[in-house]
Each structure stands twice: as structure tokens, then as C-alpha cells.
């Protein structure tokens, strides 16, 4: 159904305030209504398709560029302030503010991690060097609400298919606006008056930032939560909102109903979700708290589609030489390319490489786990660290699988030839396209390649116990065809120092839980395939994230199985964790890790996972991660393996419902995805 149900319908909007940009441009241009009508079409084929999925499993980071337009001093936001204000933002899109515990527990389990960041710019649109943010000072002490193109005029914006432009003025009548995917360049963005930016002291009760995150929404093709139109029962094209009948404005108490007994639009059981971000800019920024899966769903459709080129943006990627072209796959969310990998996010997690079950990855660019002895497609995308006038550079992509295991090295396995002791079981090769998966890579640019991939059966694996679906990918480009192959860094039998010396080489190890009841169930397998016995340290870490995390949610239980963890029952040394009669391993928090005597080579047993939640219903939808890592007695990584673990809700429930149907959380079903890997 098309958000624009036809020309005629007038737009409420939210009387003076905010300047409605949707309505004036709608107004005047007859073709700005077929782009809003073609945007919503393909918005909602996008939903159709992959509302199932739940939310998304890698996060998008959208780059961003400040424009502060000021006369008086105290609207000359410094960069400290600026980044402030992104912090809040993101914050707010992932729910990692602190005030989400403050969410009514009948909408609680729709709040949702939109998988949505933002970031300041680190590349110009002249691939300089760049804060993300311009400083103009202008002669007008306040600009009206029909002056707002003035203030584009003063700082014009970079160019909107590869920046998000946020113009921060001194707006004396309105609160700014925020564009939708179908207005022109020269007006896309968001713009928001100095006296509703930023975190700052004195701007309450509009001091956390909120504006600019309602302001955000509305760029992402979020709709006003009561739906902007004039007729009764307005509807946000998001089924797990309830109907609003009118704005709400100030702070109000829960629970609150703005649709009157006189209407025959059907009041919500509940009430307003006045607390959701996308209700009005007059409530005030402590009251809301959150945005729902329906509406995080339908910003990834908007990114997907009519914002694709933000995905394809270089705007996040440090500015390297003009004339030095650079091949690479970004390996984390704050890898830059630099090499050795200067950031502190996890190698072995890269959203550069997906798997999709259906030819579909180029629209949708997120994770799905693969389906055994079914053609899947394997996705990887391939970068230019180089200015544009730095030209093109070639190169032969590769991909490899492995069988998951914390003791895998190169280039064995992994180019194959490796079997299961005593078995013709392969435990890895080359995963070959068709014809060569060829690139040439323009300065700045990306390109994405597929790889067909019918992955081994699973039940070949069954000595290695509930272990046997994990499976790892390992993406290369080669830009030349002797060795090194256009490496940094000559690789050796330590993979995970390849991928950390060379951004030529990306690592996916992700892991869906399969859930199923109350037990949440996943395993790792623990082996020694070298001569060389040596004490490993295990430990459980989270994502460095702010808010809740899985031990806020519930505890783990760890059983040994497997003969070769004998010799681990009753000698394991280390810290938070209890180990109960029964041998099995009780974890209750983060920062738990286990030294264990070494096993003997050619050994291996497998640690079985066991989440036991202790919520199901309180802390909305999300995506939780853990990381189990093995370390050497030097502290070096030798290999890892992330679970994530996705809360959902119950699919179905009827548009306006208001949430009643929401009686705690269901599981989104899924197997688990591949292990760590460490040299030999």
C-alpha cells in the first residue's frame, strides 16, 4: 500500500513548528509525487520480501556531514558538541539509551535495534582529509521559515547520494525538517534549529538530542507514527505501532489517548506509543524512548533502494595518497584498510562477505546462515582505499570455506586436502565461480562479486557433535598472480596475523543460534591439529556496546563433552564462572575465561552452549553477540567465534493493535554460522 494513498489527501502536519518539507514539495511538483509513489512501491516489495528475517544481522553506518551555520556565539557548536549529539543518535537507533527502562511494559517487546548508526565523515567529497563537519558564520541573527534556503546557500551540501547533510542554523520559527528519499539534491537532509542540537546543558527540555533523531527517521522514509494525514485512523505504514489520532505535545503520562470517544477510528488497548520517536517534535526529548522492528525494517528498505549509495559511500574510509590505488575488504566495522588493522573491532566478523539463500544479496546486503546441499550465494565486496583520480586497480577474487574448529591454519584447510582423521571428509576448499571472479575497482569505489555455494552435509561432520554445522569463510583478493599475490604482508601458517597484516583478506565467522524452547542451543569445537601442545586460555567476551547486554538477559551453561575434555573436568583455572556437580561450566556475566591443560595433538572435543534467559519479554528486540576467543599465554589471538543470538516477536499481529498481542518474545529460528580459526 502506497504511503501517498492519492494527490488529493492533505497532510496534517504538526502546525507551526516544523517546517512539513514532504508537503511543500508534494505541493508544487507533480514529479517529486511520482518519486515519493515509486520509492513507496519498492519500499514495500522490500518488506514483503524479507519482513521473516528479523532484524538485520550486520549494522549500517551512514556517513555524516555537519554544517553549523551561526551568527551569535553560542550556536557555534564545536566538533566535541557535534559528536556529542552523533553519540545520542546512536543511542537512540541501536536502544542503547540508558532511559529505554523507562518504556511501558505493554510496548517493551516491540522496541527495537534498528541496526542503524551514524558517523562523521572522514573523507571530503575532493577525497581530503575531513572532521565531518564545516563551520559558516552568517550575518542573519535567525532565519525564518521561508528562508531555510539561505541557510543551504550559506554551507551548501556535499553531495547527498554519498553523505547524510545535517545543517544545524539559527531557525526562529520551526523546529527544521527532515527530507524523505524523493526530494531534489539540493534541498536532501536534515535541518535542525542550534536551539534543539546536541546534548547541551540549558536546551531542556529539548536537551538529548531527540530532535535530531525524529529528524533522521523522517530521512530514512520513516512516517510521523499518526501517519500525517487529515483522515481518522492514519496509518505509518508500520503494523506494530497503534493508531494516533492526533500529535501529542509536552510529556505525557502513560497510559495516554489522543483518539476521542467520538472518532471511529478504534482506540489502541494501550494507548499512544507517544514514547516512540517518531511522534511529534513538541514531546519533549525525555519522553521518547524508541523505535519498533516494523520501523527499522522499513528504513533498511529505504537504504536498500532509494538511499543505496550511502552502502556504496567511501565517506567513512581515511584519505590515502591520490596515486596509490588500494584493493582491500573491510574486516570490521572501524576497519579503515590500514595495514596491520589499527582498530579494535573483532577480524573475524566481516559484514564485506554475506551468505543469501536466494540470488538476492545485491538488494538485501545482510547475513543469512547458508542451507545445507541448496545452491546458496555467496556475496563479497571488494573496495578502493584510493583517491578518484588514483585510477583503477584489477584483481582475482578468491573464496575458501573451512570447517569450523579454534585450530585451523593456512593455507591448509582451507585450499583443501585436509580430511577428517580416518575419513575422506574434507574439511575445506576453494569455492569456484563459474568463470574468475574478476574486478576492477575505480578510486573510491566498490564492487560486489557472487559465489554459487552448495555447502558440504552437515551430517558428514556428526563426529563432531552439535559442532557440525559451523562453517568459516575466508575472502581474498589477489592482485597479482604470483606470490605474494599483491599481499603487504607474505602470509604464513598464522591466519589470523594474514588477516590482520593484509586488508586483501576478510574473515566471516558469524553464528546465528538456533533456538528452540527455552534452551538456547550452540557449540564450538576445541582441537589440536599441531605437534606443538600448548596451554590456551578461553574466554567469553561481549561487543563493546553500551546498554543491555546477554548476561542482562539471562546465564549460560557450558557442558564438556567429548574424551579428550577429561582432562578438563575439575582442573580448569580462571574467573567468573561457578563449575556445578554435574561438571557443566555456570556463567552469569561478562569477562568469564578458563585456562585448561593443553590438549595432545590430533585431539579435539567440543564446548556445548546452553543460554538459559531469565526475560523474555522486557528488554524488546535485539541482537546480542558473544565472543568466544582462545588465547595463547601471551595474550595472542588464536582463533574466535561469535554467536549472535536475535530476540523476536510474534509475526502476524493485526495493524493498530497497539501491541496487545505482544505476550513475551518468540525465537527467530536459525542454524549456527561458523567457528574461529588460529594458526597451527
Same mark, same amino acid.
Given at each position: 500500500m502506497?504511503?501517498e494513498? !492519492?494527490s488529493e489527501?492533505?497532510?496534517?502536519?504538526?502546525?507551526?513548528?516544523?517546517i512539513?518539507?514532504?508537503a511543500?514539495?508534494a505541493?508544487?511538483?507533480?514529479?517529486?509525487?511520482?518519486? #515519493?509513489r515509486?520509492?513507496e512501491?519498492?519500499?514495500?516489495?522490500?518488506i514483503a520480501r524479507?519482513?521473516?528475517?528479523?532484524?538485520?544481522?550486520?549494522?549500517?553506518r551512514i556517513?555524516?556531514v555537519v554544517?553549523?551555520?551561526?551568527?551569535?556565539?553560542?550556536d557555534?557548536?564545536t566538533l566535541t558538541? @557535534?559528536?556529542q549529539?552523533?553519540?545520542a543518535?546512536?543511542?537512540?537507533?541501536?536502544l542503547?539509551?540508558? =532511559?529505554?527502562?523507562n518504556?511501558?511494559?505493554?510496548?517493551?517487546?516491540?522496541?527495537?535495534?534498528?541496526?542503524?548508526e551514524?558517523a562523521?565523515a572522514?573523507?571530503?567529497?575532493?577525497c581530503?582529509?575531513?572532521?565531518?563537519?564545516?563551520?559558516?558564520?552568517?550575518?542573519k541573527s *535567525?532565519?525564518l521559515?521561508?528562508?531555510? !534556503?539561505l541557510v543551504?546557500q550559506?554551507?551548501?551540501g556535499?553531495?547527498p547520494d554519498r553523505?547524510?547533510?545535517?545543517?544545524i542554523?539559527?531557525?526562529?520559527?520551526?523546529?527544521g525538517?527532515?527530507? *524523505?528519499?524523493? #526530494?531534489?539534491?539540493?534541498?536532501d537532509?536534515v535541518?535542525?534549529a542550534?536551539s534543539?542540537?546536541?546534548t547541551?546543558?540549558?536546551?531542556?527540555p529539548?536537551?538529548?538530542g531527540?530532535?535530531a533523531?525524529?529528524?533522521?527517521?523522517?530521512?530514512?522514509?520513516?512516517?510521523?507514527?499518526?501517519?500525517?494525514l487529515v483522515?481518522?485512523?492514519?496509518?505509518?505504514?508500520?503494523a506494530d505501532t497503534?493508531?494516533h489520532?492526533?500529535?501529542?505535545?509536552?510529556?505525557?503520562?502513560?497510559?495516554?489517548?489522543?483518539? $476521542?470517544?467520538t472518532?471511529?477510528?478504534?482506540?489502541?488497548p494501550?494507548?499512544?506509543?507517544?514514547?516512540?520517536?517518531?511522534? &511529534?517534535?513538541?514531546?519533549?526529548?525525555a519522553?521518547?524512548?524508541?523505535?519498533?522492528?516494523?520501523?527499522?525494517?522499513r528504513m533498511?528498505?529505504?537504504?536498500?533502494?532509494?538511499?543505496a549509495?550511502?552502502?556504496a559511500?567511501?565517506?567513512?574510509?581515511?584519505?590515502?595518497a591520490?596515486?596509490t590505488?588500494d584493493l582491500w575488504?573491510?574486516g570490521?566495522? =572501524?576497519d579503515?584498510?590500514? /595495514?596491520?588493522f589499527a582498530?579494535?573491532a573483532p577480524?573475524?566478523?566481516?559484514?564485506d562477505?554475506w551468505?543469501?539463500n536466494?540470488?538476492?544479496g545485491?538488494?538485501?546486503?545482510?547475513h543469512? !546462515?547458508p542451507?545445507? /546441499?541448496q545452491?546458496?550465494?555467496?556475496?563479497?565486496?571488494v573496495?578502493?582505499?584510493?583517491?578518484?583520480?588514483?585510477?583503477?586497480?584489477?584483481?582475482?577474487v578468491?573464496?575458501y570455506w573451512?570447517?569450523a574448529?579454534?585450530?585451523?591454519?593456512?593455507?591448509s $584447510?582451507?585450499?583443501?586436502g @585436509?580430511t577428517i582423521p580416518?575419513t575422506?571428509?574434507s574439511?575445506?576448499?576453494?569455492i @569456484?565461480p563459474?568463470?574468475p571472479a574478476? @574486478?576492477?575497482v575505480?578510486? %573510491?569505489?566498490?564492487?560486489?562479486?557472487?559465489?554459487p555455494w552448495?555447502?558440504p552435509?552437515p551430517s558428514d561432520?556428526?563426529?563432531?557433535?552439535?559442532d557440525?554445522?559451523?562453517?568459516?569463510?575466508?575472502?581474498?583478493?589477489e592482485?597479482?598472480p604470483?606470490?605474494?599475490?599483491g599481499?603487504t604482508?607474505? /602470509?604464513?601458517?598464522?591466519?589470523?596475523g594474514?588477516?590482520v !597484516?593484509?586488508?586483501?583478506?576478510?574473515?566471516?565467522?558469524v553464528?546465528?543460534?538456533?533456538?528452540d524452547?527455552?534452551?538456547m542451543k550452540?557449540a564450538?569445537?576445541i582441537?589440536q591439529f &599441531?605437534? /606443538?601442545?600448548r596451554?590456551?586460555r578461553?574466554a567469553?567476551?561481549?561487543?563493546?556496546? $553500551?546498554?543491555?547486554?546477554?548476561? =542482562?538477559? *539471562?546465564?549460560?551453561l557450558?557442558?564438556?563433552r567429548?574424551k579428550a575434555?577429561?582432562?578438563?573436568?575439575? #582442573?580448569l583455572r580462571?574467573q567468573?564462572?561457578?563449575?556445578?556437580?554435574d561438571?557443566?561450566?555456570?556463567?552469569? %556475566?561478562p569477562g568469564?575465561?578458563?585456562a585448561a591443560?593443553?590438549l595432545?595433538?590430533?585431539?579435539? %572435543?567440543?564446548?556445548h552452549?546452553?543460554f538459559?534467559?531469565?526475560?523474555?519479554?522486557?528488554?524488546?528486540?535485539?541482537?546480542?553477540?558473544?565472543?568466544l576467543?582462545e588465547r595463547?599465554a601471551k %595474550?595472542r589471538?588464536?582463533?574466535?567465534q561469535?554467536?549472535?543470538?536475535?530476540?523476536?516477536?510474534?509475526a502476524?499481529?493485526?495493524?493498530?493493535?497497539g501491541?496487545?498481542?505482544?505476550d513475551?518474545?518468540d525465537w527467530?529460528?536459525?542454524?549456527?554460522?561458523?567457528g574461529?580459526?588460529?594458526?597451527?
Amino acid at each position: 500500500m502506497a504511503k501517498e494513498k !492519492n494527490s488529493e489527501v492533505r497532510r496534517r502536519g504538526e502546525s507551526a513548528g516544523m517546517i512539513d518539507m514532504h508537503a511543500l514539495l508534494a505541493a508544487d511538483s507533480a514529479d517529486y509525487r511520482r518519486r #515519493a509513489r515509486d520509492i513507496e512501491y519498492e519500499i514495500q516489495r522490500f518488506i514483503a520480501r524479507h519482513r521473516g528475517e528479523g532484524l538485520k544481522t550486520g549494522v549500517v553506518r551512514i556517513p555524516v556531514v555537519v554544517h553549523v551555520v551561526y551568527n551569535a556565539a553560542q550556536d557555534n557548536f564545536t566538533l566535541t558538541q @557535534v559528536q556529542q549529539q552523533i553519540d545520542a543518535l546512536n543511542r537512540d537507533f541501536r536502544l542503547q539509551n540508558a =532511559d529505554a527502562a523507562n518504556i511501558p511494559p505493554p510496548f517493551q517487546p516491540a522496541a527495537a535495534d534498528t541496526r542503524i548508526e551514524f558517523a562523521l565523515a572522514k573523507r571530503d567529497p575532493n577525497c581530503g582529509a575531513t572532521t565531518g563537519m564545516t563551520t559558516t558564520f552568517t550575518s542573519k541573527s *535567525g532565519f525564518l521559515s521561508s528562508e531555510v !534556503n539561505l541557510v543551504r546557500q550559506a554551507a551548501p551540501g556535499w553531495p547527498p547520494d554519498r553523505y547524510l547533510n545535517i545543517w544545524i542554523a539559527p531557525l526562529v520559527q520551526d523546529a527544521g525538517y527532515g527530507t *524523505g528519499p524523493a #526530494a531534489p539534491p539540493q534541498v536532501d537532509g536534515v535541518m535542525i534549529a542550534s536551539s534543539r542540537f546536541g546534548t547541551i546543558i540549558g536546551h531542556a527540555p529539548w536537551d538529548l538530542g531527540r530532535t535530531a533523531t525524529l529528524m533522521c527517521g523522517l530521512y530514512l522514509d520513516l512516517i510521523h507514527i499518526w501517519g500525517n494525514l487529515v483522515t481518522a485512523c492514519a496509518d505509518d505504514m508500520c503494523a506494530d505501532t497503534p493508531l494516533h489520532y492526533l500529535p501529542n505535545h509536552g510529556a505525557p503520562i502513560f497510559p495516554h489517548h489522543s483518539i $476521542p470517544s467520538t472518532s471511529a477510528c478504534p482506540p489502541p488497548p494501550h494507548g499512544d506509543m507517544f514514547m516512540n520517536h517518531m511522534d &511529534s517534535h513538541k514531546v519533549h526529548d525525555a519522553s521518547k524512548l524508541m523505535f519498533t522492528a516494523d520501523q527499522a525494517l522499513r528504513m533498511h528498505a529505504c537504504l536498500a533502494n532509494a538511499r543505496a549509495g550511502l552502502l556504496a559511500s567511501d565517506s567513512l574510509v581515511p584519505p590515502t595518497a591520490p596515486t596509490t590505488p588500494d584493493l582491500w575488504i573491510q574486516g570490521a566495522a =572501524d576497519d579503515g584498510g590500514e /595495514e596491520p588493522f589499527a582498530g579494535t573491532a573483532p577480524v573475524y566478523c566481516s559484514d564485506d562477505i554475506w551468505v543469501r539463500n536466494a540470488a538476492d544479496g545485491l538488494s538485501y546486503q545482510d547475513h543469512q !546462515n547458508p542451507r545445507a /546441499e541448496q545452491q546458496n550465494h555467496v556475496y563479497v565486496r571488494v573496495r578502493n582505499r584510493g583517491c578518484p583520480n588514483a585510477g583503477s586497480l584489477s584483481g582475482t577474487v578468491r573464496l575458501y570455506w573451512a570447517k569450523a574448529s579454534p585450530s585451523l591454519a593456512w593455507p591448509s $584447510p582451507w585450499t583443501g586436502g @585436509v580430511t577428517i582423521p580416518s575419513t575422506t571428509v574434507s574439511m575445506g576448499g576453494e569455492i @569456484v565461480p563459474p568463470q574468475p571472479a574478476t @574486478v576492477t575497482v575505480t578510486g %573510491g569505489g566498490q564492487q560486489i562479486v557472487s559465489f554459487p555455494w552448495m555447502p558440504p552435509d552437515p551430517s558428514d561432520y556428526a563426529s563432531f557433535g552439535a559442532d557440525q554445522t559451523h562453517f568459516c569463510l575466508c575472502a581474498r583478493v589477489e592482485t597479482s598472480p604470483t606470490a605474494p599475490f599483491g599481499m603487504t604482508v607474505p /602470509e604464513t601458517g598464522n591466519f589470523v596475523g594474514n588477516v590482520v !597484516n593484509n586488508n586483501n583478506i576478510a574473515w566471516k565467522n558469524v553464528s546465528i543460534v538456533d533456538i528452540d524452547g527455552p534452551l538456547m542451543k550452540a557449540a564450538v569445537v576445541i582441537g589440536q591439529f &599441531s605437534a /606443538e601442545r600448548r596451554v590456551a586460555r578461553y574466554a567469553f567476551e561481549m561487543p563493546t556496546e $553500551p546498554g543491555p547486554n546477554l548476561f =542482562d538477559w *539471562g546465564f549460560l551453561l557450558i557442558t564438556l563433552r567429548g574424551k579428550a575434555m577429561a582432562s578438563w573436568r575439575g #582442573a580448569l583455572r580462571g574467573q567468573g564462572f561457578q563449575q556445578l556437580d554435574d561438571g557443566r561450566l555456570m556463567i552469569t %556475566g561478562p569477562g568469564a575465561w578458563f585456562a585448561a591443560p593443553p590438549l595432545k595433538p590430533k585431539q579435539f %572435543g567440543t564446548l556445548h552452549l546452553h543460554f538459559v534467559p531469565n526475560d523474555r519479554s522486557s528488554l524488546g528486540r535485539r541482537v546480542f553477540g558473544l565472543d568466544l576467543t582462545e588465547r595463547d599465554a601471551k %595474550g595472542r589471538l588464536l582463533g574466535a567465534q561469535r554467536f549472535l543470538l536475535k530476540t523476536e516477536s510474534p509475526a502476524g499481529r493485526p495493524r493498530g493493535a497497539g501491541m496487545a498481542t505482544f505476550d513475551g518474545v518468540d525465537w527467530l529460528a536459525a542454524e549456527p554460522g561458523c567457528g574461529g580459526c588460529r594458526d597451527g
